[in-house]
């Protein structure tokens, strides 16, 4: 029998650019400190941690943990790429379900360098092989940075089949821009209009260097924990997970050959069925979204993958402002990946913070009125698409 | 624009009294023509009769000013109502088929009255009045028909069978008046209109029946009865605001083989490619219908097969090289396995167990097996299988196995598996399958070769060769040389299977039952081995090194336990064998030899980065050091060694080229670049000698190279990128070159580069040693050869027929593609179909024309060669440099070319760039240009609604010559799209301007 699992704390850091923070155990120790002693529970009642990074050597996640308490309990080390963060509150999550604890954190941090990401192993086969074989048969290779001409591929594979124009995806991180702006956490704070995001240099037709999300330093950190040990701690009406689902990838991913499929498009769809199936509620019923935009490409995408827009109309979506404050749905309030920044390993669980805020009402200017359901979409290639569903009474 | 006016013009509207027709005939009366309001004054169910709703309609066109006569005749009396138009107006232009009416029923409950008078109205009716109108529109070279027909037709209605049958019917006379009437310029069309009339104001709501007036569908059969309207043959659904045009769309389809029978399994498996639309296509007319079963006349020609063994795919393929390697406990298990060193204190034998030996360890030569075994059943573990093979290993023997080495087999080695099927047999009820297996060393030596024939039960009766029949290798009738007795320990197939074969039924007792063996019988190919240690023995005095090649037929079972006696005859080199259980008459291993080296093989010298042996094959001489490859090469190898850094890339990359072929290594690990195969490479770049001089030159570029199928790449594709530093090497300092001499590129051979030219004067040379040719085949061929481009004409119609150079007018075939396919196809080395279906040849009018070509595969190679000297000699030296201009030189050029094309096309044919339904801006380099409505307009308009920027001219050219697909341009970045990028979908106007 599953147990229902709260999210009693949570934590970020203010995230950075490259050079700009602190090491990685100091951002995660910090932002695990700041979400214990937002749950009000002691380091003591952890009783496993699970840390998510990508790039690291083995076990930074202990190094980590070990900044706050050196308690001896279980430490586990998560790589599930730009997906790390979710999977790493996903594992938690099962932990506390399945009745293995009564209270664990989940840590993400990443301390990341300049520039495009890359791969770091050039001895061994490269995980998105598959993926890459997908895109050089759809559009070759040229010297951009790989993720920006996956995600912008499929971009340009959307507008050849519905028509949207370049600007739409401008238009996205317009919106980016706007909520960050009210985020103190966030490394963008300045706004910017769809003209200056136009005008930025190309990386990848149809995206400019600021539609594409940052190299970010960065952690956040959740703590889970059953219904028992929130009664017996005194913590009443906390926010919980109504469903969680995590999807890899599907054979429509490599055949027949698309772009939008080889970017998780169908991995989104199916978990964003199985987490609405699960919690017997649908998008109708949801007001705030945090989704994986790590390039403007990717939210129009989502939109459609997770149901709130049709297929084929994200561009009359995003211009009727249906995706903001004053429309249907507020993604990504905190200013998403592209303008909070995207620390690999922290994203997830940056996310899960942002949403424990907007359903507790505590999120300042950012506050999505009415905030009763939230859905967070979080994806790596690779691939792993986590989607998690909170609820507040 | 200028109102499109129908003065002069007659029309005939049938049904013109009320609804549609009314509104037909009001409008083209007030745009001039002169109107026959055809109208039984009837109701809308086929009763009754009165001249009312005609006169009506003529009155109200008299009174705006305009002519008309009303006609009160049945549709079904046609004639009637064409000759009334013809007295009173003397002539017919237009006729517009409008009549109708309703029976509606059920089906259940439908009378033949209902049917039949649906039938006479619609279908008879129509054709009436279109018949006697025919003629006079052929003769005077006009027409516009107009059929109404409706979407109870198009997709069913209930209610509506009698209906809906017969307005279908008229969409299919219309298609084919459409086609007979195109030369006369008598077009026809047929529309699917929703609109409220009597018909059916009775079923829809009044609020839908205001949308639906008949006003909104008279302009488009207005604009289709206009003599600017080019449209003929189309079918529309129109009402309500809405015009759009339907066409036939046909799923990608299923090509099943047609040489053997096609069951419902196969349909029901093909569903998703037989009713799938994802693949579809849009076949116009009856010979795009056709093309995939003419792609069928070409693969019926089969090499036989059936469910279980395809011939076609299976004889002849080759496996991807697969690697494996072994070592000394490998071998010593093995020999174990085989019986080898029973008495440890054989010092021969313990040669073969123990690597520690004095004397060196040495292999067994039938271990020669193993390792490609080994490869095969992981494969077979992984269900990699060969295509073409279905058959599971239930059906399958181990009939015969051949094995040979070329030098002692290393105690450890690395080795590279090439697996070819070579033979494949009909033995009638079953089948034999060959396979065949070489083994390289590291050194890319060759060092083991296999041939395993295989019996497949049931898998035989396809009517093919049944192969080799006789045996091979049969004792003489002496008495043996030689003959070794061996009891065989009752745990030696346990032993064995750890080399390998696990195969249950050599382990497990209670397989080997249902297999109907008493116990678990002995791998054949472990009496295999003890054969050959036998015929050692008896012949080599122990040293397996003088061991050449094994081939033996399993001929019956052997079980651990029985003694295994070989006899054994020497004859020259070769020791014929056979193996009998003891106290069995029987052959347990029949048609068997040894073949023995004179003296001991020593393994090849490790290849040298110096030049290659002419092991490459004929072209071998000129990719030696002097030739321009090594050339390249060895400026990279200088480049390499004087930029250390480049050793961060960390990478192999193996450089296969070909025509002629040679191997190269860049090794940025090392930082070394030699000739020959790499051991391991990251990535491996195929290319031909040509375009990697033009790379490698700056004058092709790879990307290029390798969306254009000219550079292939495998492995790790990402790690090409890191290529770029190729662009940076200098030609080689003189004197620096120490590693590889330098010399001039060696000039063309005697016969020049082999151009189009020589195959043409081939095919010329044939035709007139082959007069009958011409009245046989009955076709001009128009070729076209590309990159680069030339045109060619072989007019196998006229006179004697002809061969030359140039365009002809009305060719009945044209055939298009590269020349580097062309020369390939020439000299049978590409498949004519293959390239059809891939692509690559393009096949334009008479389809069918192209099959006559066959007799091309007839053509005397040495007279064609003879007549290509000939043309050498007087030609070559303009021909080369010709082909050495390339594609890339000629393609900026071209431009301004196309550009006036376009401006012509446009204003040839104004309806072209309004179906674009914008302003399209284009920048292809410095040309600016805008087409629109208005026609071609140079520089950049104003009031464009997408602008679309061609990053090289190339790109352009390539979409115009329709070598590209703007998709695939716009995908691969080669076009950038500002504005709406719908409109970058209707750049049909481009295509072939040039």
């Known amino acids: 029998m599953k147990r229902s699992v709260n999210v009693i704390g949570v934590g970020m850091t203010k995230f950075a650019k490259p050079g700009a923070s602190e090491d990685y155990h100091e951002m995660a120790s910090k932002a695990g400190r700041a979400a214990l002693e937002d749950a009000k529970v002691p380091w003591g009642e952890i009783q496993q941690a699970y840390a998510g990074y990508v790039y690291g050597d083995s076990t930074c996640g202990q190094r980590a943990i070990y900044e706050i308490g050196l308690s001896g309990i279980p430490v586990f080390n998560v790589n599930n790429n730009c997906s790390t963060g979710s999977t790493a509150l996903m594992l938690a999550k099962q932990a506390v379900e399945g009745g293995i604890v009564e209270c664990a954190i989940a840590v993400g941090f990443e301390k990341m360098e300049k520039g495009a990401l890359g791969s770091k192993f050039s001895d061994r086969a490269n995980p998105l092989e598959k993926h890459a074989m997908v895109m050089n048969d759809v559009q070759g290779f040229t010297q951009a940075p790989g993720a920006a001409q996956m995600f912008g591929g499929a971009g340009r594979e959307y507008r050849w089949k519905y028509g949207t124009k370049r600007e739409t995806f401008a238009k996205i991180s317009e919106k980016a821009r706007k909520h960050a702006s009210n985020n103190p956490f966030a490394l963008f704070n300045q706004v910017l209009s769809v003209e200056e995001i136009m005008a930025s240099e190309e990386v990848f037709d149809p995206l400019t260097r600021f539609q594409c999300c940052p190299p970010t330093c960065g952690a956040a950190a959740a703590v889970l924990c059953s219904d028992d040990f929130a009664k017996k701690h005194g913590i009443v009406n906390p926010v919980y997970i109504a469903a969680q689902a995590m999807t890899t990838d599907y054979p429509s991913s490599f055949e027949p050959k698309s772009m939008i499929k080889m970017v998780g498009y169908d991995m989104a769809k199916e978990c964003a069925k199985k987490v609405y199936d699960e919690a017997g509620l649908g998008p109708k019923d949801v007001q705030v979204v945090e989704l994986h935009d790590c390039f403007t490409a990717n939210e129009l995408l989502t939109y459609e993958a997770i149901g709130l827009a049709n297929e084929g109309e994200a561009e009359k979506f995003i211009w009727e402002g249906q995706n903001t404050y004053g429309g249907k749905w507020v993604t990504n309030p905190s200013g998403g990946l592209l303008s909070k920044g995207h620390p690999l390993g922290a994203t997830g669980l940056a996310q899960c913070t942002e949403l424990v805020w907007q359903l507790r009402g505590t999120a300042d200017k950012r506050q999505v009125p009415n905030a009763k359901v939230a859905l967070q979409h979080n994806l790596g290639l690779g691939g792993a698409c986590v989607m998690t569903m909170y609820r507040r009474n | ?994």
């Not at chain 2, 271990?367 to 399958?396: Q, S």
């Not at chain 2, 049944?466 to 008495?479: E, H, K, L, Q, Y």
């Not at chain 2, 190679?861 to 290509?868: D, G, I, L, Y």
């Not at chain 2, 104003?942 to 716009?970: H, I």
């Open chain 2, 1 to 994: 624009m200028a109102d499109l006016r129908f003065d002069n013009r007659v029309a005939i509207v049938t049904g013109g009294g009320n609804g549609l027709g009314r509104s037909h005939a009001l409008f083209l009366a007030s745009r001039g023509a002169k109107v026959v309001v055809n109208d039984l004054g009837g109701g809308f169910k086929g009763e009754g009769k009165s001249s009312a709703a005609a006169d009506k309609v003529v009155e109200e066109i008299k009174a705006a000013g305009g002519q008309a006569v009303a006609n009160y005749d049945s549709v079904e009396d046609g004639d009637k109502i064409v000759k009334t138009a013809l007295d009173a107006f003397g002539g017919v232009d237009i006729v517009i088929n409008n009549a109708g009416i309703l029976r509606d029923t059920s089906f259940q409950k439908m009378t033949d009255q209902d049917w039949d008078l649906i039938m006479k109205v619609h279908v008879n009716g129509a054709y009436k009045v279109t018949k006697a109108a025919w003629g006079h529109m052929r003769d005077k070279g006009y027409g516009r028909i107009i059929f109404t027909t409706s979407a109870a037709g198009i997709y069913g209605n209930f209610g509506q069978a009698n209906y809906s049958a017969a307005k279908l019917a008229l969409v299919g006379l219309m298609q084919t008046l459409a086609i007979e009437g195109k030369k006369k310029n008598v077009f026809a069309n047929a529309i699917g209109p929703i609109a409220g009339s009597r018909m059916t104001e009775t079923v829809l709501p009044p609020d839908l029946i205001a949308a639906l007036k008949p006003e909104f569908v008279t302009p488009l059969v207005a604009y289709l009865c206009h003599e600017s309207c080019e449209e003929n043959g189309g079918t529309f659904e129109v009402g309500g605001g809405f015009m759009g045009k339907l066409r036939w769309e046909r799923a990608e389809g299923e090509l099943f083989r047609i040489s053997r029978a096609i069951t419902p399994e196969q349909v029901k498996a093909s569903w998703s490619k037989i009713a799938g639309f994802e693949k579809a296509t849009h076949p116009s007319d009856i010979t795009a219908s056709m093309q995939p079963i003419l792609g069928n006349l070409g693969t019926a020609k089969t090499k036989g097969g059936n469910e279980l063994i395809d011939l076609d795919l299976a004889l002849g393929y080759e496996a991807q090289a697969v690697e494996s390697s072994y070592d000394e406990r490998d071998v010593a298990l093995y020999a174990l396995g085989v019986g080898a060193a029973h008495d440890p204190l054989d010092d021969a034998d313990l040669q073969t167990v123990y690597e520690l030996h004095g004397e060196g360890m040495k292999v067994l030569p039938t271990f020669g097996v193993v390792p490609i075994l080994n490869v095969m059943m992981k494969n077979a573990r992984e269900g990699k299988t060969i295509p073409g093979l279905n058959y599971g290993f239930d059906r399958v023997l181990h009939g015969e196995q051949y094995t040979e080495v070329k030098y002692p087999l290393p105690t450890h080695a690395k080795l590279t598996h090439k697996v070819r099927v070579k033979d494949i047999f009909d033995k009638g009820k079953n089948a034999l399958v060959v396979t065949s297996s070489t083994s390289y060393d590291e050194d890319g030596n060759e060092v083991i070769y296999n041939e395993l024939t295989t019996f497949v039960r049931g898998a035989g009766g396809w009517g093919g060769e049944r192969g080799p029949s006789a045996d091979i290798n049969v004792p003489p009738t002496r008495a043996p040389d030689a003959v070794m007795s061996e009891k065989i320990p009752e745990n030696q197939a346990l032993l064995y299977r750890l080399s390998g074969d696990w195969n249950p039924l050599h382990a497990d007792p209670s397989f080997a039952k249902n297999f109907g063996f008493q116990k678990p019988i002995l791998h054949g190919l472990c009496s295999y081995g003890i054969a050959a240690r036998h015929v050692i023995k008896s012949f080599c005095k122990g040293d397996p090194r003088l061991f050449k090649s094994i081939k033996a037929r399993f001929a019956d079972t052997v079980f651990p336990g029985e003694t295994l006696k070989t006899e054994m005859w020497k004859e020259g080199n070769k020791v014929i064998f056979r193996c009998r259980v003891e106290g069995k008459e029987k052959d347990a291993i029949s048609n068997a030899a040894v073949e023995l080296y004179e003296k001991i093989p020593t393994r090849p010298a490790k290849k040298a980065a110096a030049p290659a042996a002419a092991s490459a094959g004929g072209g071998a001489a000129a990719a030696g050091a002097g030739s321009p490859v090594a050339m390249i090469f060895s400026a990279v190898a200088h480049h390499v060694d004087t930029h250390k850094d480049l050793t961060k890339i960390a990478k192999v990359f193996q450089f296969n080229i070909t025509d002629p072929s040679a191997k190269w290594v860049v090794d940025l690990k090392e930082g070394k670049v030699y000739e020959g195969a790499a051991a391991k490479a990251d990535t491996t770049l195929e290319l031909s000698q040509s375009d990697w001089l033009a790379m490698a030159t700056g004058q092709a570029n790879p990307q290029k190279l390798y969306f254009g199928g000219k550079l292939k790449i495998t492995g790790d594709v990402m790690a090409s990128q890191k290529l770029d530093f190729l662009k940076e090497v200098k030609p080689p300092p003189a004197g620096a070159a120490a590693s590889a001499p330098v010399a001039a590129p060696a000039p063309a051979g005697e016969l020049g580069e082999f151009l189009p030219v020589h195959v043409f004067a081939g095919m010329r040379d044939h035709i007139e040693k082959h007069p009958e040719l011409v009245a046989k085949v009955a076709t001009v061929y128009q070729w076209k050869l590309t990159n680069p481009e030339s045109y060619w004409i072989l007019d196998l119609k006229n006179g004697k027929g002809k061969v030359e150079e140039g365009k002809v007018d009305k060719p009945d075939t044209t055939m298009e593609l590269t020349q580097a396919d062309f020369l390939d196809m020439s000299a049978g080395k590409a498949d004519p179909q293959k390239l059809y279906f891939g692509g690559k040849l393009k096949i334009g009018g008479n389809l069918m024309a192209s099959q006559k070509l066959e007799f091309l595969k007839s053509i005397d190679k040495e007279a064609a060669k003879a007549a290509a000297m000939k043309v050498t000699a007087q030609a070559a030296p303009k021909a080369t440099s010709a082909a050495a201009s390339g594609a890339g030189a000629g393609a900026g050029s071209k431009v301004p070319e196309i550009l006036k094309a376009l401006a012509d096309r446009l204003a040839k044919n104004a309806g072209l760039g309004k179906e674009i339904g914008g302003t399209l801006q284009f920048q292809v380099g410095d040309h600016k240009f805008s087409v629109s409505a208005n026609g071609f307009a140079e520089g950049l308009n104003d009031k464009r609604d997408a602008t679309l920027t061609f990053k090289e001219e190339g790109a352009f050219v390539d979409l115009v010559e329709d070598a590209s697909k703007e998709q695939d341009l716009f995908m691969h970045g080669q076009i950038r799209v500002d504005g709406n990028i719908q409109l970058a979908k209707k750049l049909g106007f481009l295509n072939k301007l040039v």
